[in-house]
């Protein structure tokens, strides 16, 4: 588990590709610290696993269910990457709870820049995304976790403060850029189980529904 907290912006190094299979070895400092094969790294939002590393990089698989959602299938070397190792569990939790499990991709369509902070407007791909955005929630851009200004119709934006745009790879990105989306994975759950509806395993009625939830503070 993230937290949506970049510790800092890597710098692709090289990538090897194999049809739909990859191979990125990406340079870094500070996640490499106490490193083990086998160690979670979020890269730009996805989780992936460290399979060898040295004193400045480490190297990471990426399967071609991982190519075909992300926007990872698309860098170049020299790229830069946003890295956060996984939660310790003696850590502080300053962000929100992140999979590493991107949802979709999305595209920028306006930054624009307001007073102290830049906003980003951005289209998702996928409009489902849609019923899990809403304004003041969380949502995780390219592994930040960000607070959503505005949602409709698959439609979002999010405004960044200097501090976040400056130590993160966002400070680069432009209009017509694609950023990887992982929604709020309390709403994709609570999303599922009314979707599960009155269904049971036996084809009986359960007590979950969306009045159930409201009367019991869920909602």
């Known amino acids: 588990m993230f937290t949506g907290l970049v510790e800092e912006v890597g710098r692709l190094q090289a990538v090897t590709k194999r049809g739909e299979a990859m191979v990125l070895h990406i340079r870094a ?28 990089s480490f190297m990471a698989d990426v399967m071609p269910e991982t190519f075909r959602h992300t926007n990872l299938k698309d860098l170049q070397p020299g790229a830069p990457v ?4 996984a939660m310790a569990a003696d850590g502080r939790f300053g962000g929100h709870i ?31 995304m849609a019923k899990y955005m809403i304004p003041r929630g969380s949502v995780t851009v390219d592994g930040i976790s960000l607070t959503l200004a505005r949602a409709e119709e698959g439609m979002f934006a999010v405004s960044i403060i200097p501090h976040t745009l400056a130590e993160t790879a966002l400070h680069g990105k432009q ?45």
């Open 82 to 85: 946003n890295l956060e190792r």
């Open 175 to 219: 209009p017509g850029d694609t950023v990887n989306i992982e929604c709020d994975v309390l709403a994709k759950y609570v999303d599922h189980l009314l979707a599960f509806g009155s269904r049971s395993a036996t084809g009986g009625s359960s007590r979950i529904s969306s009045a159930f939830l409201a009367e019991h503070g869920f909602m």
């Open 98 to 128: 992140v999979q590493g499990h991107v949802d979709g991709l999305a595209r920028i369509m306006r930054r624009t820049a307001q007073a102290n902070a830049v906003v980003f407007e951005f289209l998702a791909e996928d409009p489902g």
């Open 29 to 56: 400092a500070k996640v490499l610290e106490g490193m083990k094969i086998g160690d979670s790294i979020a890269v730009n939002g996805v989780c992936l696993t460290s399979v060898s590393y040295d004193s400045g």
